[in-house]
């Protein structure tokens, strides 16, 4: 087990790297709590497509949350047969959280309102922290997962649990997004450890696609003359992205110390 000396000697040796990244971290938190509380837009339960199939209510933007079921258990079943390769935890809770999803969101999309979005952004929680700490944990120190992982889910899941009880979304979109936006710098400033580095910006920018079809979940429904929405878009965007990492994670290799 390592020692407090050895689990602060890797980040250490990085020096302002590993600095900047807390800043960037701190920055992004301190922006916004220092803006007023934000609360649930009530008209984001609205839907474009609410067509009933086989009794289904809302049944495709229901039903294609089993692309996140598919690269989830996929993902858990790659780690598996790589753990004992030293694979890291912290992306069996990526693809756990991400095949969670599958239930949460179906389940919130089923009946829409503010008591299911909890369960919807509960597991999202969780794949947004375990792809978090296993970027950063390959970046700053292998060794820094075991610190983290629990740390940074506990801090995912009472995000979402926070809003649910006060209609307070800052922790919860800090949570969301601060993640992804230090992809690019820990990309940038931080030496390779493996190959095939772009494929996170691959993710990233299925990730944004799939907010931009969730921002228009109308206009694409009417686009395609109703035959289905942005938000089922958004589901099957965001479940690539993940399926990206997972084909990331397949493909790389280590790469041979400078």
């Known amino acids: 087990m390592a020692t407090p000396r050895e689990l602060v000697a890797e980040p250490l040796r990085l020096g302002w790297r590993a600095i900047s990244l807390v800043a960037i971290c701190a920055a992004l938190l301190a922006l916004i709590l220092s803006r007023a509380p934000i609360a649930q837009d009530l008209a984001y339960h609205n839907f474009a497509d609410r067509r009933v199939i086989c ?117 919860y979109i800090w949570v969301q997004f601060a993640p992804l936006l230090c992809i690019p710098f820990v990309l940038a400033v931080f030496p390779a450890r493996y190959t095939h580095r772009m494929d996170y910006l691959y993710a990233l920018g299925l990730y944004v696609l799939a907010k931009l079809a969730e921002l228009w979940d109308w206009q694409i429904y009417a686009f395609t003359g109703n035959l289905f929405s942005g938000h089922t878009l958004k589901h099957l965007l965001a479940a690539c992205g993940v399926l990206m990492i997972l084909v990331m994670l397949r493909r790389r290799a280590a790469v041979a110390p400078a």
Do not use: C, K, Q
């Open 55 to 171: 009794g289904i209510p809302n049944m495709l933007d229901v039903s294609s949350n089993l692309a996140f079921l598919v690269v989830g258990v996929l993902g858990v079943l790659f780690w598996r047969t790589r753990r004992a390769d030293g694979l890291a935890l912290s992306w069996l809770v990526l693809f756990a959280g991400t095949a969670l999803v599958f239930i949460g969101s179906g389940y919130y999309h089923w009946g829409p309102r503010n008591s299911t979005l909890l369960w919807d952004r509960l597991p999202m929680t969780i794949a947004f922290m375990g792809l978090f700490v296993g970027l950063v944990a390959e970046h700053a120190g292998p060794r820094l997962e075991r610190y983290l992982l629990v740390p940074a889910v506990v801090v995912g899941v009472a995000s979402a649990v926070w809003w649910h009880f006060t209609d307070d979304l800052r922790w």
